[in-house]
């Protein structure tokens, strides 16, 4: 397998594995004496909205990745380890959601568990964009066909992605549970976004969904 | 690797992790006072049989889901991100499956229980349901020589399985351990079903399973 | 990809899934009190011990696995299920591994925890062999070039190795520590066989090892 | 696949799991009464340095297995076993890592548990050395182009690895905590060592990063 090819394939075993792990927080907490699970299961709701906005986080990642891997012809030693500093924020989020989760009905706690969850959204940003801006210095990386101005230009949707982030981070010192919903809902756009904006880079990327290559 | 191919190696990488980490809920519960271990192992039932009919269900699931994209030529993004859906639910099994083998000797906790796992089920048959409906209002995905009306046809089958499913979710209200040797029978039909019964959708599907492509 | 090649990237997975969970239960048991960290780790060696032999196991298990696909060239639903049905054992290994390891110690319960574990093994080999079975019935599974005598022939030699995981069972009932050093001994036994006995099957497995395909 | 393929493809699965397991020990120390979670995790510090050091070291451990298996042509069952043993210390190194974390603030243990985790990187290295001494004595494993006395040549390098290892084994003596960011230390500078020193071994390898084959 070339070298590319082995560093998809890592990147998207370590993507399955966390996002699946997300389930292992799927757990029922103590429960009172007496009550039925069934109130006991309603009143952890938090822990399933965590579970559900992650997934959908982390499976936006491996949609985005594979995006951008698709622009990209070869691999470096750099683009290897920055890609490595990106798992290595990927493969943390099951422990902030947890937090995130257990801890959403507490007054106090709420914002802090809100603000490490959305502080890992803010760095796992930094690290995709990190990765970009390193292939765009490196155009040797980059598949003949790309049109390097229009790849340029993906990178100004990238920064608006992080404001968002960073937003939720504000968001935070406000309410755990409306930072949460926010987060849920930044998931959702990306999810509708990526079905109606068709990639805008003149590239091999543009046919890239619909043709086996 | 094409579109097509990564997203299955994502799909068989998350069913992988999610039909083996099945296994660490086969944990022994608290054990009672001198009480021999063999003793404690017999009275954990559930939490085996819970483990064999989890383990065949996403089994099945992995079988389905390759019948399903043999005939699947290319994927869009509406595929990939209802496909994610899919995993959303079958990443989540481990959890009602635990809940389940837990609970099933309880006498009120057992039907709370029976009803989640047999819920899964039937979110799981909607979402994969829900996936092959679009891509028969998509034939532009499908492999050229796949007979449209005869894929149209297969969808009858599916949907008799989302009434099974709803037919456990009300079993669940009689007897939580009925509903679980219920879900045992089904995941032994399926799998004698497809041993029996061949595609019968004229396409590349029909050789798919004897002839390496 | 092929049926075949998905089916062994599937097997694959779910057994170097299983063969890392073993990590998991690398933890150490309750200290009693002022009791250092160095002396816990000491008492805790039936952990590792059991973590290297079912990590053996497991591994072997891959290898055979490899050198049995190597002889076949197709795959059919009842290969699919048969598989799945190995793969179900496999993939449970964890739970008598720490089980044994949990309860070696103990006089009554480490024959219990020893049962369970050889018990698992025998399972496993005959799942293995059923496999072997019945592709042998179905000669048209396999490559052309194999000869059918000779890989007739290799089933004594998986019986014996059922007969030997049998008599572990009968040592269970001896002494539970004699059991897993004899389950340490044959795993080391099937490495070094391994690598001295080359196949004798004439088939193309015999240069498999040397040769890419 | 060929059988060097599936080998890699083992091998990266199980280090793309023991990378992704390290996650599971972020977990919460118990919280003493009233405290903040913002200050409990702030404790919790040794708990994400350790992470972030044991995801360097099995990412570069991956980068090295990739750089190595560069020069490999074919796979005999010899270097299949070693690969084993290797994964098998690698795999385990999610306990370690936890120990060493939860132990790193107390005076007495953290002595122990940082001996254990510098033991488990000797343990890894001299695996690895043993690989590619493997390797070098069976010459008919590499690629034709490969430079055997400069292959030879790297194994001195290989060495002095283990001798950064050992001496932080000695020093685990005098402190864990600088133990710990003695790991941290050697691992970034493997980073950017990776990233300086191109190979220098005539080979294959040598383009192995900038060109897909």
Not at 86 to 110: G, K, Q, Y
């Amino acid at each position: 397998m070339s070298e590319k090819g082995r560093l998809e394939a890592f990147t998207d075993a370590i993507l399955a594995i966390a996002i699946t792990l997300l389930s292992l927080d799927l757990k029922l907490p103590a429960r009172t004496d007496g009550e039925p699970l069934s109130e006991a299961l309603l009143r952890h709701w938090p822990s399933y909205l965590a579970y559900v906005v992650s997934f959908l986080v982390i499976g936006i990642m491996w949609v985005n990745h594979h995006a951008m891997f698709h622009l990209i012809a070869r691999v470096d030693r750099g683009l290897l380890f920055l890609n490595l500093l990106l798992m290595l924020v990927v493969a943390a989020i099951p422990f902030p959601t947890a937090l995130f989760a257990e801890h959403l009905t507490e007054t106090r706690d709420s914002h802090t568990a809100a603000a490490l969850y959305s502080g890992t959204m803010v760095a796992m940003s930094l690290c995709y964009i990190g990765l970009w801006q390193y292939v765009i210095r490196h155009p040797a990386l980059l598949h003949d066909q790309v049109d390097l101005a229009a790849a340029r230009g993906t990178s100004r949707r990238f920064g608006f992605g992080i404001l968002i982030y960073l937003a939720t981070l504000g968001l935070s010192f406000v309410s755990g549970t409306v930072t949460l919903f926010a987060h849920l809902v930044i998931a959702l756009y990306y999810c509708f976004d990526h079905l109606a904006v068709r990639d805008t880079v003149g590239s091999p990327g543009d046919e890239a969904i619909a043709e086996p290559s």
